[in-house]
C-alpha cells in the first residue's frame, strides 16, 4: 500500500477523506481529524466542499495577507468580502486562488469563445513600437546614428501600419 | 434622442408583430467587457470610473448601431425613467442604483443596449422578440467587434475575458429566453423542470431576474457557465434546452385539455371577465390574468393576432409604466385603480373568447 495520505491542510496524517459531486465533477479532499474538526466536517449540515477546496487551495505559509493587487491594492480579504476582484490584473495576482475555483464554476477552466483579434493585434504593435522607441533612444545615446535611422524608419513603418486606429 | 422620446416610442417588446413561436416571448444575450488597465467599476474610485466612462462614451457614440440613440447618464434620470427602463428590460437594477459614471446607450429601436460601469465596464445586450438566439448572436457580436476597434478589452488567452465576478470569465456571456409557460405552472410541473434545467447547466429565474417571482407564468432560462465552451457551444446548448422546455410546456397544455378543459376554459373566461370589468388589479394579479389570455390566444379561444396586444399589456401594466401615465404621484392602491382602468378601455374592444372551437394546440 502507498505511503499515508497527508492531510490537505497541515502535515499530519489524514484520517477523514472526503468525496463530493459538485457540477458533476468528483473532489476529494483528505484531511486529518483536528482540520476535519475545526473545518466543521463533522458538522454535514453546515459544511460545503467548495468553501473548503477554496481555502484549502492555498498554501497556509503562503496565504498571509501580503498577497496585494500591485496594480489596484486590492487584498484576498476583500474578495472574501465583495465576491468580485478589483481590476484586470488580479487574475494574475491571485491566480492560485482563482484556479480551484473554476473547477467548481464552469464547464472548463480554458477559454475556448471568441478573441478581441483586433485589439490583441494593437497591443503587439504598441508594444513593438515602444521597443523601437527604446532602441532609437539608446542609439542615439551611444551616438550609433546609423542603427537610429535605421530604427526611426521601422518606427515610421509600424506606425503606417497602424494608421489612425493606434490612439494610445 | 431623448429618455422622453425614447419612453414615448413602440419598442421590440411593446409593439412587435405576434411571434411565430408563441412560448418563448423574448430572447436576449448579454456580454461582460472590461478595459484593460482600470479597475472593476465597484472598486475603482469615482474619477477612474469617470475616465472609463468617457472612454466608452467616446467609442459607443462613433458606433454605427448607436447612431441616434439615447446616451444618458444614470445620474441625469428620474426614479420613474429608471424603472421603467428596468420593466423594459433596458437597464438592470443594479445600473439603477449605480454611483457616479453610470450610464447607458439605447439604440432608437430598443433592441441595443449598453450599461456603462455596472458590475462590469460595459454590459453589452441585444434582446429581440421571439425565439432568435442566432439573430441575437449576430448581432450582440457585431457590436461588440465594433467597439473593440476603439477600445482595449481585458483578456486572458486561458481565461477569456476578465470580469469583476469570475463566475462571468471566458465568454462573458449570458444568454437568456423568457419563457411563458402556464400549462407546466397549472400541472404542479415547474419544479420538476427547474430541477432537470439545473442539471443541464441552465438556470431558470423568475420575469425581472435573480430574486424575482414568476408572475404571470414567465421565467428566465439563462446557461450558467461562461468559461470552456465557445459562445455557439452555449448558445447550441441553450436552444435544444428551449426547445424540449417549449415541448414538454405543449404536452402539458395537450394533457390539460384532454383531462380538464372545463378547468382550463374556466379560468380563461374569469379572467377574461376580470380584465374587463374589475376596477382594482394590483401588477402580480393583472400579469396572472394576461397570462391566462395568453394561454387562450394560443389555444385558439381568441385570434392569433392579439397576441400582441397581451405582450405590450404585460410590460405596460408595471408599476412605472402606469404611474407614467398620470401626472401626479401615485399611491399604490390608485396605482391598482388606475391599472384596472386602462385594462378595461383595452378589453373593450378585444375579440370574446370562442369555446366551440376544437383546439389541437
Partial sequence: MASPLKCDLCPK?????????????????????ACAQA???????????????????????AATDAMRCEHCGFTQNDFKKHGRFGCPHCYETFNSMVEPMLDNMHKG??????VPQKALDRKSLHDRLSAL???????????????????????????????????? | MTIASLIASPSELTDT??????????????????????????????AQRETVFEACRDALGA???????LNVAVSELSDLEKQILVERHLISRELSGAKAGAGV????????????????????????????????????????????????????????????????LGTGMRASAMMHLPALVISNQMEKVV??????????????????????????????????????????????????????????????MESDAAKIFDKIGRAYGILQHSHMLSSGEAMNLLSLLRLGIDLGLFPDDSRSVIDRLFIEAQPGHVQQTSKTDLESNQRDSLRAERLRAEFAAFAKPNFTINSHN
Fill in chain 2, 195 to 256: 430541477r432537470a434545467v439545473n442539471q443541464l447547466g441552465m438556470v431558470v429565474r423568475g420575469l425581472f431576474g435573480e430574486g424575482s417571482d414568476a408572475s404571470g407564468s414567465i421565467f428566465q432560462i439563462s446557461n450558467q457557465t461562461t468559461l470552456g465552451e465557445s459562445e455557439e457551444e452555449i448558445i447550441k446548448r441553450l436552444g435544444s434546452v428551449l426547445n424540449s422546455i417549449v415541448e414538454h410546456e405543449q404536452n402539458a397544455r395537450a394533457k390539460l
Fill in chain 2, 105 to 168: 446607450f439605447i439604440s432608437k429601436d430598443q433592441t441595443l443596449s449598453v450599461m456603462i460601469n455596472e458590475e462590469d465596464h460595459l454590459r453589452i445586450q441585444v434582446l429581440r422578440a421571439g425565439f432568435q438566439l442566432k439573430k441575437t448572436w449576430n448581432a450582440i457580436n457585431e457590436l461588440d467587434s465594433a467597439l473593440e476597434e476603439a477600445l482595449d478589452y481585458a483578456f486572458s488567452p486561458t481565461l477569456g475575458y476578465l470580469t469583476a465576478c469570475p463566475t462571468n
Fill in chain 1, 109 to 114: 477552466t480554458n477559454h475556448t469563445g471568441k
Fill in chain 1, 39 to 61: 473545518k466543521g466536517v463533522t458538522d454535514p449540515s453546515g459544511f460545503s466542499l467548495s468553501d473548503l477546496l477554496l481555502k484549502a487551495s492555498l498554501n497556509p505559509e
Fill in chain 2, 17 to 46: 408583430a405576434s411571434s411565430k413561436c408563441a412560448i418563448v416571448l423574448m430572447t436576449r444575450i448579454r456580454l461582460a467587457r472590461n478595459l484593460a488597465g482600470n479597475p472593476f467599476p465597484g472598486w475603482a474610485r469615482e
Fill in chain 1, 13 to 33: 496524517t489524514a484520517t477523514v477523506h472526503l468525496t463530493q459531486i459538485v457540477n458533476n465533477k468528483i473532489h476529494k479532499v483528505d484531511l486529518c481529524e
Fill in chain 2, 63 to 69: 458606433s454605427a448601431q448607436m447612431k441616434k440613440g
Fill in chain 1, 133 to 168: 522607441e527604446g532602441n532609437l533612444d539608446q542609439a542615439i545615446k551611444a551616438e550609433r546614428y546609423e542603427d537610429a535611422a535605421r530604427f526611426r524608419d521601422e518606427i515610421n513603418q509600424v506606425k503606417q501600419a497602424v494608421g489612425q486606429k493606434l490612439t494610445r
